[in-house]
Nanobody, 125 residues
């Protein structure tokens, strides 16, 4: 079965960190650029970060710059989003997605072949 599975979400206080993982099964992520998206209640799914197929280029939403880091390990078929100094505005369900292209076209949601089921991140004091 071809799928992406996210993990690592949870409930944290402002200023704390979480590390989200996206693992592919049934196909190789090395042929895909991978994005992370957040969907907050009542809002559209928005791009948070993306890493290109080669790993040479990374994109971040303005709110994530300096706090989030995306990386990939093709040997483990995994893409990771390290989130530091979390804020209440980071709350939402986080999804990873894979698109068969060398570039991200960030922050577009178009062109992704695979989406995970999401992992919930809640930041609250």
């Amino acid at each position: 079965q071809l799928q992406l599975v996210e993990s690592g979400g949870g409930f944290v206080r402002p200023g704390e960190s979480l590390r989200l993982s996206c693992v592919a099964s049934g196909f190789s992520l090395e042929n895909y650029s991978v994005g992370w998206f957040r969907e907050a209640p009542g809002q559209e799914r928005q791009g948070v970060s993306c890493i290109t197929l080669s790993g040479a280029s990374r994109n971040y939403a303005a709110s994530a710059v300096g706090r989030f880091t995306i990386s990939r390990d093709n040997a483990k078929n995994t893409v990771t989003l390290q989130m530091n100094n979390l804020r209440p505005g980071d709350t939402g369900k986080y999804y990873c997605a894979a698109r068969p292209s060398t570039v991200c076209f960030f922050p577009s949601r178009e062109g992704y072949d695979y989406w995970g089921q999401g992992t919930q991140v809640t930041v609250s004091s």
